[in-house]
C-alpha cells in the first residue's frame, strides 16, 4: 500500500521562506510531484522530482531522498497569493500501471 | 502545453438520476487518465484509471457499477455516476499525461477543472 504523509496547516509571512515536508511510503516509488490546489479549483502542477537532490524552479523549489522517503517544497519569497493547499503525490508502479496517489494536502496561510 | 477538458464544470441533479461527465485531451493523445474525486477540505482520492479501449481499472472501496467510465477514444473518457444520492456530491476531477511509456513516466499529470456535482 502506500501512505503519504504532510502537514495539515501552516502559517508564514508574506516575503518569507516556508518549507512544506512530505514522507511517503510505497511500493513502487516512480517519482513525486508537487501540486498547489486553490480552493474550488484544480490542482496546478508545481515540480517534479525521480531522483535525489533539489529541483530548482523560479520562487519554488523541490527535495528528494528516495532513501530516507522524504522531499520538501520550499516555497521562497512568499506572496499573499501562494495561499492555497499544497499537495504531495507520489507516482506509484503497481499493479502493472502507473497511477498517482496524493497525500492529505498542506493549507497554507500567507500573512502580511 | 497539455490541455485537458472536463465538461461540465458543475451540474446539479435530483437524487436517483445519473450524471456524465466528459474529460478530453485536447492536444495530446491518452491511452490511460484517471479520475479523481475530492471531499471539502480533503484530498484527491483516486476512484479509477480509465484504459483507451479496455475496462478501466477501479480502486479499491470504488464501485464499478455505480461509477460507470468509458474511454472510447485516445482523447475522451466519460464517467456516470449512476443513480446519484447526495452522499455522491463531491468534486470530481479527471486527469491525463500526455504520451506512452517513457515520455509518459516524466510527464506530470495534466487535470481538467474539475465538475462539481450536487445531489439533492
Known amino acids: 500500500g502506500q501512505n503519504i504523509d504532510q502537514p495539515t496547516e501552516m502559517t508564514a509571512t508574506e516575503g518569507a521562506i516556508v518549507q512544506i515536508n512530505c514522507t511517503y511510503q510505497t511500493s513502487g516509488f516512480n517519482g513525486l510531484f508537487w501540486y498547489q490546489q486553490h480552493a474550488g479549483e484544480a490542482p496546478t502542477f508545481l515540480s517534479y522530482?525521480?531522483?535525489?537532490g533539489l529541483e530548482e524552479k523560479g520562487r519554488f523549489s523541490s527535495f528528494l531522498s528516495r532513501s530516507k522517503g522524504y522531499s520538501y517544497l520550499l516555497l521562497k519569497e512568499l506572496q499573499m497569493k501562494d495561499s492555497a493547499s499544497y499537495l504531495c503525490?507520489?507516482?506509484?508502479?503497481?499493479?502493472?500501471?502507473?497511477?498517482?496517489?496524493f497525500g492529505a494536502g498542506t493549507r497554507l496561510a500567507v500573512h502580511p | 502545453g497539455a490541455v485537458v477538458s472536463q465538461h461540465p464544470s458543475w451540474v446539479i441533479c435530483k437524487s436517483g438520476t445519473s450524471v456524465k461527465i466528459e474529460c478530453r485531451s485536447l492536444d495530446f493523445q491518452a491511452t490511460t487518465m484517471f479520475w479523481y474525486r475530492q471531499f471539502p477540505k480533503q484530498s484527491l482520492m483516486l476512484m479509477a484509471t480509465?484504459?483507451?479501449?479496455?475496462?478501466?481499472?477501479?480502486e479499491q472501496g470504488v464501485e464499478k457499477d455505480k461509477f460507470l467510465i468509458n474511454h472510447a477514444s485516445l482523447t475522451l473518457s466519460t464517467l456516470t455516476v449512476t443513480s446519484a444520492h447526495p452522499e455522491d456530491s463531491s468534486f470530481y476531477i479527471c486527469?491525463?499525461?500526455?504520451?506512452?511509456?517513457?515520455?509518459?513516466?516524466?510527464?506530470?499529470?495534466?487535470f481538467g477543472n474539475g465538475t462539481r456535482l450536487t445531489v439533492t
Open positions: 480509465s484504459n483507451e479501449g479496455s475496462k478501466a481499472t477501479y
Open positions: 503525490a507520489v507516482r506509484d508502479f503497481s499493479g502493472g500501471y502507473n497511477k498517482l496517489i
Open positions: 486527469s491525463a499525461t500526455p504520451g506512452q511509456g517513457a515520455r509518459a513516466l516524466n510527464s506530470p499529470l495534466h
Open positions: 522530482n525521480v531522483l535525489d
